[in-house]
């Protein structure tokens, strides 16, 4: 693949710009500091700590949340179990959809809000927040609320009850959705909960818990226990868990599955991923380029399931790389709150931190760097929507995840070339697959070993499907029937 | 046939392979442009800009020399009690009108735009329609809309339209030549790009998706695949070519999605009348209405603007 220039090019520094179209933040409260949600109410931690969340794109103080210590965490865990034995898992399933149908109609109405805090609190550009994180998080309520009466119709002939107790412990991409996701299928199985947010992204997870209670869901069957890592350990460490729902790093992961070993509690693991998106020759180029950028760029690459190896096929390679630069001339990079904002802040100083390293690191291995030249803002954490061409199987970029807005470029020849690079991977989340050619699609989907295939598009989601990966992507799926069986004992 | 013409005809007229178009794709494209948000000052530039790339169109069985007279007073004077905003780019007739619409425009810098080749069903012989294109150039006409053979296009006869083209080109002389594609007779977006690049290659100095006469007109995503063929043959040639989506683009509202499209799409050079243009009739009262309110903060009865 040459890396030349293309003889024409066009020029997307335009005479006409987009004034600033901010949404107004005044609709959206947020405390000056909040508690524990233990018991159906918001509660001071024992440890007496808190600490302060911030906005990325700004880095001032949004909030201060509690720290959750183990004495807390026991004390959700305690309040949990006496829900469940109690209360939740003796009430009528019919009833109990009701209760999550409230909470998924509560989040529709209080959709600006959620979507103004989400983009606030983590970073991410409203118009993801308001049309992607917020719609799908109620949807996955509704989802599940009309399977809590029917699980003996899911599972048939297998006695389907409750596991118990649930502790869950989210990341900080999709704080909203990723709470959900988690806790959705959990209640309609009849389970209670103790969640831990991520601790950066702490404020919808709380904004979530004033639903809950608005909902009048019964006390203690949802608490929210702030905090960091050790907040999560001591979680995943308590006696009276029943299982274990876990969304975050590969590492992170293994040192839950490690401390989990032997103790019979269930779990699922949603962990790591470095998807090759494929483009055939083939392939509608123009809405395959679109792809490329929504399958990288969404979430400023903050996506388990990003798309972050393109491996192209030669013969379109320049045409497709030519083009993709082009078209991340056109990213508008800014206010997260900005209605136009396509690609928003970095979540934390940490993340961009560990970005830089690898594209230190990209380039040091002699992989060629390609960054968008738009000026980013002066305060705040951001990384400028970047490609690296001349990379190989061996580059740290190829291997591991960056899990910010960083693409690996390889070319293949033939088809078993794709999927062999495709699968040359510690892990197995998703994959694309671009092609005009439909048994094509169902060659390459059959042959990645991966748990979600796009053909033709990328980074779709429905709380129908089952989503997990294989190898160190992670155990288990979340979604459809497959997720509900994971929050079941079956016989 | 004169020697450019042959020319073309002697290389091979497309290339290779013309890529594919996914609907669903470009469907999703023009969702994610039209969520732009356009504001303040951004929206009363976009709206003069729309102003000054229509192409304002009378193309009636019923016009009469005083209808078209009139639309031409309001195509350099689109509102008396502004006179710092645009006049249009061109005045579309037919090609009966030319002359009417040439005398009454005068030094004003608006171009007459002429249809022809048996418009809007291209159903007469070669030499007709290209009697026609000469006719119209010799009464004055800067520029000629014409409408490809849907039936040979859609048989197959790519050779046919490709050689059509390139003689209207011809018959042209100095005149510009907008192809119409049809594309609410084409039925899928792959035979929209295949027609796009085709008409390019045969020498088309701006393509146009459709006469107006044929239900669906003008659209977004049509307008988009057409922009990309662009694109594509900009790369390839370095050669710029212009787009007009025609019919069925009424509010101000609709074409400023359309210019975002095009701003996203082929950047800056392609932001002015030379290289876009809107084929409309009532187009320029809404954007007039739109402007006023960006003034006032209060919308005027349309009975405030002169319908021509």
């Known amino acids: ?13 335009t005479r006409w710009e987009y004034s600033p179209a901010p949404e107004s933040a005044d609709h959206a409260r947020i405390d000056e500091q909040y508690g524990l949600f233990i018991g159906g109410k918001f509660v001071a931690p024992k440890s007496g700590e808190y600490f302060n969340t911030i906005n990325p794109a700004t880095e001032k103080v949004l909030s201060r949340v509690a720290a959750a210590n183990a004495d807390d965490v026991n004390n959700a865990v305690k309040v949990a179990r006496g829900a469940y034995e109690n209360v939740w898992s003796k009430m009528r399933p019919a009833e109990r959809g009701k209760y999550i149908f409230r909470i998924a109609r509560i989040i529709q109405e209080r959709s600006r809000e959620f979507a103004i805090i989400e983009s606030l609190d983590g970073g991410k550009p409203i118009r993801e927040a308001r049309d992607i994180d917020v719609p799908l998080a109620a949807a996955h309520f509704f989802y599940h609320a009309g399977w809590a009466d029917k699980l003996d119709y899911a599972f048939p002939c297998r006695s389907p009850s409750p596991v118990g107790v649930v502790g869950q412990i989210i990341p900080w991409n999709f704080p909203l959705l990723m709470a959900a996701w988690k806790i959705a299928p959990a209640l309609a199985c009849g389970n209670t909960v103790v969640l831990k947010p991520a601790e950066t992204t702490s404020l919808t997870a709380l904004k979530l818990a004033e639903v809950i209670r608005d909902a009048d869901l019964p006390k203690g069957v949802v608490n929210i226990v702030t905090g960091d890592g050790s907040t999560g350990s001591a979680l995943v460490q308590h006696n009276d868990i029943n299982k274990i729902a876990f969304t975050g790093s590969t590492d992170v992961g293994r040192l839950i599955q490690h401390s989990l070993a032997g103790t019979g509690k269930k779990y699922t693991l949603e962990l790591g991923g470095k998807a090759a998106n494929i483009i055939f020759a083939d392939a509608p ?82 992989a060629e760097m390609f960054q968008c030249t738009t000026k980013t803002p002066d305060f705040g954490f951001w990384c400028p929507p970047t490609l690296f061409t001349q990379v190989a199987q061996s580059h740290s970029i190829v291997r591991e995840e960056v899990f910010g807005p960083v693409l690996a470029i390889q070319t293949f020849r033939t088809v078993d070339e794709a999927i062999s690079k495709a699968n040359n991977t510690q892990y197995g989340l998703s994959g694309g697959v671009w092609t005009d050619k439909g048994s094509k699609i169902f060659n390459v989907g059959k042959n990645i070993r991966a748990g979600v295939i796009w053909a033709n598009t990328f980074n779709k989601f429905d709380p129908t499907s089952p989503f997990g990966g294989y190898k160190e992507s992670g155990v288990g799926r979340e979604g459809g029937l497959h997720g509900l069986s994971a929050y079941l004992n079956l016989d | 046939m004169g020697r450019s013409a042959q020319e073309r005809l002697l290389k091979s007229p497309l290339p290779d392979y013309i890529t594919r178009v996914d609907q669903v794709g470009v469907e999703e494209r023009v969702a994610r442009l039209c969520s732009r948000s356009i504001k303040k000052s951004s929206k009363i530039q976009a709206l003069k800009l729309i102003l000054s790339q229509i192409d304002l169109t009378t193309l009636e069985g019923q016009d009469t020399p005083g209808k078209v007279g009139q639309l031409c007073q309001k195509a350099m004077r689109l509102h008396g009690a502004w006179p710092d905003i645009p006049h249009v780019a061109a005045v579309c007739v037919y090609p009966m009108m030319v002359t009417v619409a040439k005398k009454a425009l005068g030094e004003s810098g608006i171009n007459v735009a002429s249809v022809a080749t048996a418009f809007p069903s291209g159903m007469a012989p070669m030499h007709i329609k290209l009697d026609e294109i000469k006719m119209a150039v010799g009464e004055g006409a800067d520029e000629i809309d014409m409408v490809i053979s849907r039936g040979n296009f859609l048989q197959g006869e790519y050779r046919a339209v490709f050689d059509e083209i390139a003689m209207c080109k011809e018959a042209c002389g100095n005149a510009h030549l907008k192809v119409i594609l049809e594309t609410g007779e084409l039925g899928a977006l792959d035979r929209v790009r295949h027609a796009s690049t085709l008409a390019m290659h045969a020498g088309a100095d701006f393509i146009k998706t459709s006469t107006g006469k044929i239900q669906p007109a003008a659209t977004l995503p049509v307008t988009l695949v057409m922009l990309q063929a662009i694109r594509d043959y900009f790369y390839e040639t370095g050669r710029m070519v212009g787009m007009k989506p025609a019919g069925g683009i009424s509010k101000a509202k609709l074409a400023i999605q359309y210019l975002v499209m095009l701003r996203e799409t082929l950047g800056d050079a392609w932001l002015c009348p030379d290289w876009f243009r809107f084929g409309a009739s009532s187009l320029a009262n809404d954007v007039l209405m739109q402007i006023q309110k960006q003034h006032t903060g209060i919308y005027q009865s349309e009975d405030y603007f002169s319908k021509d």
Do not use: W
């Open chain 1, 1 to 13: 693949m040459s890396t030349g220039e293309p003889a024409h090019k066009l020029n997307y520094d």
């Open chain 1, 285 to 366: 180029i123009d809405q395959a380029v679109e792809g490329i950028i929504n399958a990288i760029f969404f979430n400023q690459g903050h996506v388990c399931c990003a798309g972050s190896r393109l491996l192209v096929q030669e013969s379109v390679a320049d045409q497709v790389v030519t083009k993709l630069k082009e078209r991340m001339q056109t990213l508008i990079i800014g206010d997260p709150l900005d209605k136009n904002t396509d690609i928003g802040a970095i979540n934390s100083a940490a993340q961009l931190e560990r970005i830089n390293s690898y594209l230190e690191l990209g380039q040091n291995e002699g």
